[in-house]
């Protein structure tokens, strides 16, 4: 569908069990419709170099992976997929009247003032909420499906290296020595990741690659009596399927982020407790460089969201967000080299390191 016919299926078009659409938020790959008591989300008909919508086949069937892969980490909030058709120009959501034109998964609506993002910023999350993410997250990683040769060192430095389809944007919006700051962590990264080639292919062997939730940040975390995590990665298995420290990395950067590097602490603190996935030095690194992709993941995604921005006061907010991201990119990026080069250079010697301190 297409932002006139989520108009017009909000406007008079007719959504189960009578209810009334009370807002349409609008993400780069879908749109929800927020109702009363539930929740619906519609993808867009979109291809992009990571994910493919562009015909009624797909989009039901990311609809269906949504559903099945967000039901592993949550309870009675995702429900089903629905079917949106079309007769007499009129929209039916849940019915099959005259043609389907899309899809939509239903979900259980949440109380949007308990979401952790919020919350973060009202100083509201507090040790407990940490603890109880951690756990729930241990139960997750522990039971879902390890797989085996998904992450490879020449995959981590193809990944890292796409943040320099926006080096021209950011020499040209932060200045000429930011972009040779990002070249320079660019090549670091590179030399960084040929050095620990063994560990990271030892770590896949030993199964700490999995199929995670692949989005974790406190915008998918609502705080209520448990932990609700939610709206995990569907379109592409090699976004989700990683080792275990990129997941934990990504929620770690974005409380520091937010200026919680004590949540942050504790965070890694408890879960590696229950699971150790930190067990030396060289691991202790490898987390630093993960935390390092991930500050990179977003510096390219609020690159590009600014130079797509129509209105200019949404583009200079993206602007500042990328800018915040790059500041954070380069303080992982030097505080890794320092690491770095307190250590002897090739492969780390995982026996030498037992008995070191655990995050």
């Not at 009624?56 to 909030?77: A, H, I, M, S």
């Not at 009129?90 to 998964?105: F, M, N, P, T």
């Not at 939610?230 to 990129?246: G, K, T």
Request: charged share 25%; net charge neutral.
């Amino acid at each position: 569908m297409k932002e006139h016919q989520i108009l017009e299926l909000v406007e008079r078009g007719h959504l189960p069990h009578d209810q009334h659409c009370q807002l349409v938020k609008q993400t780069h790959i879908s749109w929800v419709l927020l109702c009363e008591e539930y929740a619906y989300k519609i993808k867009k008909p979109l291809k992009l170099s990571f994910l493919d919508f562009s015909t009624l086949e797909k989009r039901k069937y990311f609809c269906e992976q949504e559903l099945v892969l967000n039901q592993r980490l949550t309870t009675d909030v995702y429900l089903e997929v629905l079917p949106i058709s079309r007769e007499n120009d009129i929209y039916y959501l849940g019915l099959e009247k005259g043609s389907i034109v899309d899809y939509a998964v239903a979900m259980r609506r949440l109380d949007n003032s308990r979401e952790m993002e919020r919350l973060l910023v009202d100083s509201s999350v507090t040790n407990q909420d940490i603890k109880n993410i951690a756990g729930q997250l241990v139960k997750f990683h522990q039971s879902t499906e390890v797989v085996k040769d998904k992450v490879t060192p020449q995959m981590l430095i193809d990944d890292f290296n796409d943040i320099q389809q926006v080096q021209p944007w950011i020499e040209a919006k932060l200045g000429t020595a930011a972009a040779k700051k990002l070249n320079e962590s660019v090549s670091f990264v590179e030399q960084f990741i040929q050095e620990n080639i063994h560990l990271i292919n030892q770590r896949d062997q030993e199964g700490f690659t999995r199929d995670c939730h692949g989005d974790l940040h406190s915008g998918n975390i609502f705080l209520l009596r448990e932990p609700v995590i939610f709206d995990c990665i569907e379109f592409d298995p090699h976004l989700r399927q990683i080792d275990i420290l990129c997941e934990l990395a990504f929620f770690c950067m974005d409380l520091e982020f937010s200026g919680r590097q004590d949540l942050s602490d504790y965070f890694i603190t408890i879960y590696n407790s229950r699971f150790p996935v930190i067990r030396n030095q060289a691991e202790e690194r490898l987390f630093l460089y993960y935390k390092l992709y991930r500050a990179n993941v977003k510096v390219k995604i609020n690159a590009i969201k600014t130079s797509q921005a129509r209105k200019p006061h949404i583009a200079a907010s993206r602007q500042q967000l990328c800018k915040q991201y790059f500041e954070l990119f380069l303080s992982y990026s030097q505080t890794l080299r320092r690491s770095n080069s307190s250590t002897h250079k090739g492969p780390p010697n995982l026996e030498q390191s037992k008995g070191l301190p655990i995050l």
